[in-house]
């Protein structure tokens, strides 16, 4: 069970980095938000990430990173270390759904 706690932080980081990146389509966000929306979020920071790319419009990479700074600043989390939200990474539509199957046979095992 211990072991499963860092692995649920790389998984919520791993999902965002890819919804940050820009790289889904609105249809996959959507149904993103969908899987995580009883999520307990391990980090708060991954929770304050995931609520603001909730309340902004997607419209490209870099007007999302924009956004996201911005919004994150108005919820009073003007902190915010974007540096691994941006990265690049290899997650794709694919990738993130596999993600979100990982995640949730992990928080299984982890109460």
Known sequence: MARSIPRILE???NILRALCNGRVTPAV???VARELANHEWREPEHQVVYEALGRIRHEG???LRDQLRAQ???MGFPEV???GYFEPGREGEEDLAELLREL???R???P
């Open 29 to 31: 966000r959507d149904g």
């Open 72 to 74: 994150t600043t108005r």
């Open 81 to 83: 270390d974007w540096t």
């Open 108 to 110: 299984e095992e982890c």
């Open 61 to 63: 990479p870099e007007t």
């Open 104 to 106: 949730g046979t992990v």
């Open 11 to 13: 998984l919520e980081h």
